[in-house]
């Protein structure tokens, strides 16, 4: 399984950015997929993550309201509508994929650099 990230940018505070990532392989099957980032200095964060099959959602508190993920399940990929984006969410934003619920994610996307400038 491949995971490919876009999307990434410089935006201004308050603006916003839609995230790709597509999945591809024979063999690609996804239970969850997810979204994390990490800003320097700081350790990785689920951001959100999506349940392949029912669309259920989770979101961390400090991106509720703000950010939207979803899924086009044609297409294999995941998305992450980032709204009223601020200094805080810069950081490199990672897609992941665990193809069971009770597997850690096994399949990581090379990363899209957000930055917004306040």
């Known amino acids: 399984v491949q995971l490919q990230a876009s999307g990434g940018g410089l935006v201004q505070a308050g603006g916003s950015l839609r995230l790709s990532c597509a999945a591809s392989g024979r063999t690609f099957s996804s239970n969850t997929m997810a979204w994390f980032r990490q800003a320097p200095g700081k350790e990785r964060e689920i951001v959100a993550h999506?349940?392949?099959?029912?669309?259920?959602?989770y979101y961390a508190d400090s991106v509720k309201g703000r950010f939207t993920i979803s899924r086009d399940v044609a297409v294999n990929t995941v998305y992450l509508q980032m709204n009223s984006l601020k200094a805080e969410d810069t950081a490199i934003y990672y897609c992941?994929?665990?193809?069971?619920?009770?597997?850690?994610?096994?399949?990581w996307g090379q990363g899209t650099q957000v930055t917004v400038s306040s």
């Open positions: 999506i349940v392949w099959s029912s669309g259920t959602t």
């Open positions: 992941a994929n665990k193809p069971r619920s009770n597997w850690p994610y096994n399949a």
